[in-house]
């Protein structure tokens, strides 16, 4: 299963960096567990498209691949992946009202978590929807995340890693586009900060409390010296 092995690797090297918000960690997710469809399609046809090594073996070898056992795996995996992100999918709808807050019933959200008034929610998203003023203002930020999303490709098709890192972070461009609005947006602007806030995995929680740790270590080694 080394194939299997390197496509999970792929997937967490994909979750981790910075500048990642949860909804588009969640797409990512979404799709490899789709993909383990095709996975477990292709074993049980026995062509191994997806499976280079295993193939290679088989007809250097002629062995014989116990497909049922593959299969197993194959499928506790997709079902692994189904259990642990079920939440997450849950709430796509708020992941997502960052970028895609036009096509968003604020019914199928949950504010409570953010403290946010449920009836003063609905009224300033048809405000935001109904002047172009505003709702402009989120066609252009998609146009720069499409944008953004076809130069990283590019760059990681040509291995141009430190470009990669140069470039403007999508937080930063979802930030900019909704901090923008007027205080009377304040609610759904409240709405976003929150959702911008979450740490979409383990890695960037990790990460935010190890330098809380440089810091806390710094100011004890300033107060000894007081």
Request: with cysteine; hydrophobic share 40%.
């Amino acid at each position: 299963m080394v194939d299997a092995t390197i496509k999970l690797n792929e997937l967490n090297l994909k979750l981790q960096g910075k500048g990642k918000p949860a909804y588009a960690l969640l797409e990512k997710v979404v799709c490899s567990e789709k993909k383990s469809l095709l996975f477990v399609e292709d074993m049980e046809r026995g062509k191994l498209l997806y499976f280079k090594n295993l193939k290679q073996y088989r007809d250097e070898t002629n062995a014989i691949i116990d497909t049922n056992y593959f299969n197993i795996a194959l499928k506790n995996r997709k079902d692994g992946f189904a259990e642990r992100f079920e939440q997450f999918k849950t709430n796509k709808s708020i992941l997502a009202f960052i970028v895609n807050h036009l096509n968003t019933n604020t019914n199928e959200i949950s504010i409570e978590p953010f403290g946010i008034d449920a009836g003063s929610l609905p009224m300033q998203l048809l405000d935001l929807k109904t002047k172009d003023l505003w709702s402009g203002k989120f066609t252009e930020l998609k146009r720069k995340l499409e944008e953004l999303e076809v130069q990283k490709c590019m760059y990681i098709a040509q291995q141009k890693w430190t470009a990669l890192e140069e470039i403007p972070r999508v937080e930063a461009l979802i930030f900019g586009a909704w901090n923008s609005l007027p205080h009377c947006c304040s609610k759904v602007k409240m709405l976003t900060y929150g959702v911008l806030t979450i740490f979409g995995s383990t890695y960037s929680c990790k990460q935010a409390f190890s330098c809380l740790n440089i810091i806390k270590s710094k100011v004890r080694s300033q107060l000894t010296k007081i």
